[in-house]
């Protein structure tokens, strides 16, 4: 079900920069957007970046994105309490009658 | 401010459908390019998009879920809907309603969210 893979789990400790890879192929990220989703515990997805590395409204700069081949990555620079939540990559895939993949997800936990 | 408002079936039969209802206020599900969108997520796992309405009403649906699924919009409610077939326990999941925005140079992905709601499968 899942095509775009992302490591369980990441921590750092506050003020630490943590990464975030999504995995995927030529068929989703490779020729597609990647859009992350935050979700904090017990809520609903959130839209925190776009088209690799946008901001969503009301972001911080602290996050930033970034999109090489068919991998992409999310950074947490300065990480901060707040920021403990999972994460997911997303992309369309052109090879699966065209859903919109999303990422195995990552929890990110501040120590 | 765009919100989006899940309907609350709570318990479903096995082998029945279920029937999910999203509100929408601050748009028009009619207009603009955007489309209406559904994803669930079972407890403690991801996500999984299930499929999508644009505005001029065409749909797309997730492969894996196509022969049981049909998503339709009510103009006059402004509210857009999910129905999922023959449903069995591995369809218990947080369902949410989402706006996918495919407007400009950027794609920018589903940028708004309602709060979901819970169907559980069971006898």
């Known amino acids: 079900q899942y095509v775009l893979t992302q490591p369980p789990s990441v921590s750092g400790t506050p003020g630490q920069r943590v990464t975030i890879s999504c995995s995927g192929s030529s068929s989703n990220i490779g020729n597609n957007a990647v859009t992350w989703y935050q979700q904090l515990p017990g809520a609903a997805p959130k839209l925190l970046m776009y088209?690799?590395?946008q901001r969503a409204s009301g972001v911080p700069d602290r996050f930033s994105g970034s999109k090489s081949g068919t991998s992409a990555s999310l950074a947490i620079n300065g990480l901060q309490s707040e920021d403990e939540a999972d994460y997911y990559c997303?992309?369309?895939?052109?090879?699966?009658?065209?859903?919109?993949?999303f990422g195995t997800g990552t929890k990110v936990t501040v120590l | 401010q765009v919100q989006l408002q899940e309907s609350d079936p709570g318990l479903v039969k096995p082998s029945q459908t279920l029937s999910l209802t999203c509100s929408v206020s601050g748009a028009s599900v009619i207009s603009g390019t955007y489309y209406w969108t559904w994803i669930r997520q079972p407890a403690g796992k991801g996500l999984e998009w299930i499929g999508r309405i644009y505005t001029s009403g065409s749909t797309n649906y997730n492969p894996s879920l196509k022969s049981r699924v049909t998503i339709s919009a009510d103009t006059s409610k402004n509210q857009f809907s999910l129905k999922l077939r023959s449903v069995a326990a591995a369809d218990t999941a947080v369902y949410y309603c989402a706006r996918e925005d495919s407007s400009g140079y950027y794609y920018h992905g589903l940028d708004v969210w309602g709060r979901g709601t819970t169907v559980t499968v069971s006898s």
């Open positions: 997303a992309a369309w895939d052109d090879s699966l009658g065209a859903p919109y993949v």
């Open positions: 088209s690799e590395n």
